[in-house]
């Protein structure tokens, strides 16, 4: 257990519409990371944020934005989903260290 | 921008014998890390490298960081059945924050 939580494990939804995934970080790490892994693409960096702050933004869909609340958990929010959004979003978080990733929110858009 | 190219893609070996796997990069990177990613889990820490020509072991793990700071490589000595699993190698360059760029993954299976 990497003490990063993630909810929810599994969604399913259609084209056109809005999710949010939502992710704890590690106690203590002030930075959180979402990743994107797909078949064809793999393990894809999405944004960073630290302490609040957006912090690095790499692949990252105009569709998609993320937010890290006072209490640092974050949320990664999907919009006007495609069929190529699904995926597995993974949330992951670092103190001074190495990031420490979470189990994962598969999505499934039909 | 950044690729990282993992081999081999997938592995089937036999209980007991040592595997390889390398990442090779365009660029240079400051950090290498191996994780390693089971069914329904996020990717696990293994091994973190932060110096050109460092090995560092962990258990049966061995890994170096290349001398060009340009690719890096993952031993495996005497597999067991639950080394199963995709092992991806993740570089860090220091001047694109902590962004982690990840190869794209070898598969191991291991026959007991």
């Known amino acids: 257990d990497s003490g990063v939580t993630q909810t929810p494990k599994h969604l399913i939804t259609a084209t056109g519409q809005r999710v949010t995934l939502r992710c704890s970080p590690r106690s203590g790490d002030l930075s959180v990371y979402w990743y994107q892994q797909s078949l064809d693409q793999g393990l894809q960096f999405l944004i960073q944020y630290y302490n609040g702050e957006e912090r690095a933004k790499g692949n990252i869909l105009e569709r998609f934005s993320a937010q890290q609340f006072p209490d640092l958990h974050s949320e990664l929010n999907l919009s006007s989903l495609e069929l190529g959004d699904s995926a597995l979003y993974f949330c992951?978080?670092?103190?001074?260290?190495?990031?420490?990733f979470g189990p994962g929110t598969r999505l499934t858009v039909t | 921008g950044q690729q990282l190219n993992q081999s081999p893609q997938s592995m089937f070996i036999q209980e007991g014998e040592d595997v390889s796997m390398n990442c090779t990069s365009s660029s240079i990177f400051n950090t290498w890390l191996w994780y390693k990613q089971e069914p329904g889990e996020g990717p696990v820490l293994l091994i973190a490298l932060y110096k050109a020509g460092e090995l560092t072991s962990n258990g049966r793990l061995t890994a170096q960081f290349g001398i060009t700071r340009k690719d890096s490589f993952l031993n495996i000595s005497a597999s067991i059945p639950s080394d199963v699993g995709i092992y991806f190698c993740a570089g860090r360059n220091n001047n694109a924050g902590n962004m982690l760029t990840f190869g794209g993954g070898t598969r191991l299976m291991v026959k007991p």
């Open positions: 992951a978080s670092s103190g001074s260290g190495e990031q420490y």
